[in-house]
């Protein structure tokens, strides 16, 4: 079975068991996996993989730990969120958030997501999991969200690549879910910055929806 083959030592037949469970469907919100699994059994398996050299099956041990949703892999990934592995980080911010969780996510963003020339892998889920909580934090949870999501994207109007314009994109979403007060004032700075057109013209389309035709004037 899977959990045979991931304590194996043949490398190969692990890792593709464990590529073959972080691929299993699961939902966060009912139980994690939505499969028949002795979950205890794959815990046991997956854990010690954390601490792999090879930061592939690190990375597949997260997810399958994050997807098993017992208490005893929770309270192991949710002290990841400390984790000096940027990508592990940004995984378990991802997870905390779409439970709606800050948790150290928002703490974990905050420091990832500004970092110059931060790779475009990470801004997406970090962006994305600042959409996350401003739908399903508290309160507190997601006016920080707010205020990080319009921190990045005043910091990104000059920049005209497709990636920085998606990441604004839910941004945008963030400001609308938390502080729809703000939202007019961002989208004109968006309206008039570089950001690709793509974004410029939601923009557009969304501040003529909340002005009428004369707010563009």
Not at 114 to 137: C, I, M, N
Not at 145 to 169: G, P
Request: with cysteine.
């Amino acid at each position: 079975g899977l959990v045979e083959r991931i304590q194996s030592t043949d490398r190969e037949g692990r890792r593709v068991a464990m590529e073959r469970l972080s691929q299993l469907p699961f939902h966060s919100e009912r139980g994690g996996y939505q499969v028949p699994l002795d979950k205890e059994a794959v815990f046991a398996a997956a854990l010690p993989h954390l601490q792999s050299s090879d930061k592939w099956i690190a990375s597949l041990a997260l997810q399958i730990l994050e997807r098993l949703r017992t208490p005893e892999a929770d309270t192991v990934v949710m002290k990841l969120i400390e984790s000096p592995n940027p990508e592990i980080r940004m995984s378990v911010a991802c997870w905390l958030g779409w439970q709606g969780l800050d948790q150290g996510a928002l703490d974990a963003v905050e420091d990832l997501l500004f970092v110059p020339g931060q790779d475009h892998h990470l801004a997406y889920w970090l962006t994305g999991t600042l959409k996350a909580l401003s739908e399903r934090g508290s309160a507190d949870a997601q006016q920080r969200a707010c205020k990080l999501a319009i921190r990045y994207t005043r910091q990104n109007l000059h920049r005209d690549d497709v990636h920085t314009a998606n990441d604004v994109q839910r941004c945008l979403d963030t400001v609308a879910n938390a502080a729809p007060w703000y939202e007019t004032t961002l989208l004109k700075d968006v309206l008039e910055s570089g950001l690709a057109l793509q974004v410029r013209g939601c923009a557009l389309k969304w501040l003529s929806a909340l002005e009428g035709p004369e707010g563009l004037h």
